[in-house]
């Protein structure tokens, strides 16, 4: 079998290659794995998808919905620009980025690449929310009426957003991924997510999070193959005001997300200069 990967460093993307199996290698090398289904699997029913004349997924045909009227976010995602993991403000001006002094001196210092080893995803560990979203590599969203599963190929990891009305505990254990909930406005679904470790960079080039870290997000389908999340990011330890951003999705019509296994085979360290591996 062969299958097209493109690998992904430091922002740059590198190199096209075909190849027989697939080498998981870590953020920083991350694979884009838009892989089409039958690739893996044999007889795959056709995809509930509208289609052209042509017979090609007519992606700006209208945004599904479930019985109840909602709309259907369900779907293999992808980013529709991937600049955004390296710089989650590349279409903000510098000043609209509030730190506080210490976070200003600390991205400074990071971005300038000598702390690269210490990225998380350098050393497989996971890449937080919302720069998992925006990871060159797609991500599958399963919605019901009680929660949203969203299964990231990325290192494998997941998350849930519940929508049954519960709250976060204030002494949950901190986490990468935090603790996230979800309520619709009118065709928005807006997911609140607390409880962060504040390891996780927000972005490649170093912008801090605390454990103070709160991020809004926004979802809303466009249409059937565009989906639009609105990221805020509140955290007043290492900001002096919450800011905005907003990232745009795909839809991957005809694709599937793969297995990646970061630890099975990661080169990032041997060649990241600077910092310690921690």
């Given at each position: ?26 953020a920083?090398?991350l694979?884009l ?8 699997w ?24 479930l ?37 200003k ?19 497989c ?19 019901t ?104 999705f795909?839809?991957?019509?005809d ?24």
């Amino acid at each position: 079998m062969k299958i097209r990967c493109v690998f992904f460093v430091m922002g740059v993307w590198q190199m096209r290659i075909e190849m027989k199996s697939v080498i998981a290698l870590s953020a920083a090398t991350l694979l884009l794995l838009s892989v089409p289904a039958h690739a893996q699997w044999l007889k795959v029913p056709p995809a509930k998808v509208p289609r052209t004349a042509e017979g090609k997924p007519n992606l700006s045909a209208p945004a599904p919905r479930l019985l109840d009227g909602k709309p259907d976010l369900s779907g293999i995602w992808e980013p529709a620009n991937n600049r955004y993991v390296q710089n989650i403000a590349a279409d903000l001006k510098p000043e609209d980025v509030p730190y506080q002094p210490w976070a200003k001196a600390l991205f400074d210092e990071r971005k300038t690449g000598a702390h690269s080893k210490e990225d998380q995803p350098a050393n497989c560990l996971p890449q937080g929310v919302p720069r998992i979203n925006a990871a060159p590599a797609p991500w599958k969203l399963v919605q019901t009426p009680a929660f949203i599963a969203i299964v990231y190929e990325a290192f494998n990891l997941w998350r849930q957003i519940f929508l049954d009305g519960r709250e976060v505990a204030p002494d949950a254990p901190p986490s990468w991924l935090g603790y996230s909930t979800g309520k619709w406005q009118g065709d928005a679904l807006i997911v609140d997510t607390k409880g962060f470790n504040g390891k996780a960079w927000i972005d490649q080039l170093g912008r801090p999070s605390t454990d103070a870290l709160h991020v809004i997000e926004r979802f809303q389908r466009k249409d059937f193959g565009h989906m639009e999340i609105q990221i805020t990011i509140d955290d007043p330890n290492a900001y002096t005001k919450p800011w905005t951003v907003t990232e745009q999705f795909r839809l991957l019509a005809d694709g599937e997300v793969m297995e990646a296994i970061c630890n099975e085979n990661n080169r990032d360290l041997e060649h990241l200069p600077g910092g310690s591996s921690k």
